[in-house]
């Protein structure tokens, strides 16, 4: 039994883990390491931490065979890659999704894996003034480890009434008072529009000169393999309950379309969904519907300080930042060493 997963995050990652032992599994991946991107902001200002936050798939995956290359087609019984047919009988997507870019310019960057800050890096030493674009759970990390470990003058617009808007007030109140005391300037309710070399032009006319533009809103998913299915209106494919997406077809991660936060513990509940309905639809059993859930977040206000919470209940400050690096740390060595 073939079983194809195409990208190698929390999502395909775990299945590949999970069914590598029962099927003959190909993992597909553009870049050849697991990463643990909740932690990219954290790299922004040091060049070596990309490498603690990854793990080649050689390294944890003992018998799923391992294919680093863009997938070009999707077709009913097997994926195209570089004029090459690989065969499925079951195929798992969960390519994830990136930020795109509203406008082109040298002076705007994307921050979503480690590669990209390795890009970026000398540009962040050499900016004077640094302009975030989103206000979002990354775009505030960003800000945050920005305004502590440098001195440079951060900007940070979002087109909201206040910061994680989607998150409890208190949440909102403590970031946007974390950031304003460590003198990084937040514009509400505003836009960036376009760019002109080195001034940001919002919304409402208004300039922000910044010789460096990080985005951190506006996510796509990372799907274009030229095959027939259903996505909605953003491009988010189209799964049903049971995180299928058509006959032997499942995905999960960012790039569906469940009404939930895009979060890592969410892609981990769909690979666990995943696993568990390929075995039962094999042997003919009634699949399992997947339940959306609220998972507890924790973020990071730079290397120390944090935010927690779940439901109604909300912790700041150290033990939340100690929190984050924990669950980096644990999940590393999983992949590591078991």
Known sequence: MNIVIIGGGFCGSLCARKLEKKFNVTLIDTTEYFEFTPSVPNALCDSTYGDKIQVLHKNYLKYAKVIISKVDYIGDEYVRIKGREIPYDYLIISTGSSYNLPF????VSTVSRSEDLLKIYKKIEKAGDILVIGGGVVGVEVAAELAINTNKKITLVHPHDRLMQRYPEKVSEYAMNFLKKRKCRVILNNYVKKNRKNSF????????????????TGITPNFNFGSKF??????????????????RVY???????TKEEKTAQ???????VICKNIIKEIKGKSLL???????????????????FFFKKFILTGLIPGFMKKLIEKRFIFDYKYF
């Open 230 to 247: 259903i996505s909605n209106k953003k491009g988010f494919l189209i799964v049903n309950e049971n995180l299928k997406v058509s006959n």
């Open 266 to 272: 969410n892609a981990r509940e769909h690979a666990k």
């Open 289 to 307: 519907k997947y339940q959306g859930r609220n998972s507890p977040m924790v973020i990071s206000l730079g290397p120390k300080c944090g935010i």
């Open 251 to 257: 995905a999960g991660g960012d790039i569906i379309n």
């Open 104 to 107: 082109k310019s040298s002076s």
């Open 201 to 216: 032009i919002t919304e409402d006319g208004n300039s922000i000169n910044a010789d460096l533009a990080l985005l951190c």
